[in-house]
C-alpha cells in the first residue's frame, strides 16, 4: 500500500514495515514479539527501538492498514515511553513522510559534554526533535 510517498508493507498480521519514502529502504518496523524479556508491540526506528504493551497493536495495525502514519505518530507521542516521547523517529509531520537514516539527517547536540538531544531534518529542511 502506498500513501502521501510513503509505502507500507504488512508482512503478516504481526508485522507491518513502512519504507523510505526516497529510496524504500526500511525505516520503521511494527512486529509483535519479545524485546529484552518483555513481549508486546515491538517499535523499531531510525534510532530507537523499544517495546510498547500488546494493547497498542490492534489500533497500530488498523490504522498501518489505512496508510494513517500521522495518526500513530500522534499516539505514540501521547504514551509518553522512554524512546518515543517525540513520536516516530523516521516521520517527517511537515511532510508526512517517513524518511531512512540516510536520508532523515540526525543531528546530536551536546551541552558540556553531555548529550542533550537529536535533532532530525528531513530533505525539505524541516526540523524536529527525534530524541530528547
Known sequence: MKTNGNKIIKINDKEYQILCSICEKV??????????GKKGLIYSGIVHKTVLDLDYADIIF???????????????KKTALPNIEDGIDAYCPVCDKIYCKEHYQTIEHWDNG?????????????????DD
Open 27 to 36: 525505516s520503521v518496523i511494527f512486529k509483535v514479539g519479545e524485546f529484552f
Open 62 to 76: 488498523r490504522l498501518l492498514d489505512q496508510g494513517k502514519i500521522s495518526e500513530i505518530h500522534s499516539i505514540l
Open 114 to 130: 553531555f548529550f542533550d538531544y537529536m535533532e532530525g531534518v528531513c530533505p525539505e529542511g524541516h526540523k524536529r526533535i527525534i
